[in-house]
């Protein structure tokens, strides 16, 4: 199975980058990369996925390990709405897709 | 377009008693998912559906029924509703799941007493 593993939670000041990482040792050649979070008391989100090459677009940026068994999700500037539970999930073997239990999120203002 | 729908949004059940949760996407996905999610808990997934008419067990399935006839309408069923089926149920739907993204649905909230 596809699995990944996350730090239980992080904390990040206002304002200030954030790094959060995501273990995938035993990722495919075809698997890609996704993150999604879950603000509170709502379904999850999509966030960014990629498959080698470092990804961006207006809401983070994922950079990609070049053996591609780990990966970090960029968040450029928390905010408080950045509050959230983040999920780096990859397809099971087969077109199951899991989550993990993620990596909670708190904002300090 | 909108989205991926679930109805209802809040329920209570009694012990022993069923109920369909239903779901539908209006963007012709052929992948559907069904995930609980308990309090503080991360997501689990329950049945999941590469199109119609086929549908495969995921990590907790005992205890619902799934079926998909059409391409849009995902149903779960519950059929003896116990107290640790209390969770919210999350439906989702992708039209790659390795490749794109999946769209949730709002949730369902249901309470077994």
């Known amino acids: 199975d596809a699995k990944t593993t996350q730090p239980n939670s992080m904390e990040s000041n206002e304002e200030e980058p954030v790094h959060l990482p995501c273990n995938h040792s035993?990722?495919?050649?075809?698997?890609?990369i996704h993150w999604y979070r879950q603000l509170p008391s709502q379904g999850p989100e999509y966030v960014i996925h990629?498959?080698?090459s470092n990804v961006n677009n207006r809401m983070a940026s994922l950079a990609i390990a070049e053996d591609r068994k780990s990966s970090t999700l960029i968040l450029h500037r928390a905010t408080l709405r950045d509050a959230a539970v983040y999920y780096c999930i990859l397809r099971d073997v087969d077109d199951k897709v899991i989550f993990g239990p993620g990596t909670s999120l708190s904002v300090i203002p | 377009n909108a989205g991926v729908t679930q109805t209802p949004k809040f329920r209570i059940l009694k012990i022993g008693q069923s109920m369909t949760l239903q779901c539908t996407q209006d963007?012709?996905?052929?992948?559907m998912y069904w995930y609980r999610q308990d309090p503080g808990m991360g997501l689990k997934l329950i049945y999941y559906s590469v199109g119609a008419g086929i549908t495969d067990k995921g990590e907790v399935p005992n205890g619902y029924n799934v079926s998909r006839s059409t391409t849009e309408d995902f149903p779960l069923r519950l059929e003896l509703a116990a107290p640790s089926q209390t969770s919210v149920y999350f439906c989702?739907?992708?039209?790659?799941?390795?490749?794109?993204?999946?769209?949730f649905g709002p949730g369902t909230r249901l309470l077994v007493l």
């Open positions: 963007m012709n996905h052929n992948y």
């Open positions: 989702a739907s992708s039209n790659d799941p390795y490749r794109e993204t999946q769209y």
């Open positions: 990629g498959l080698t």
């Open positions: 035993t990722i495919s050649g075809t698997d890609y």
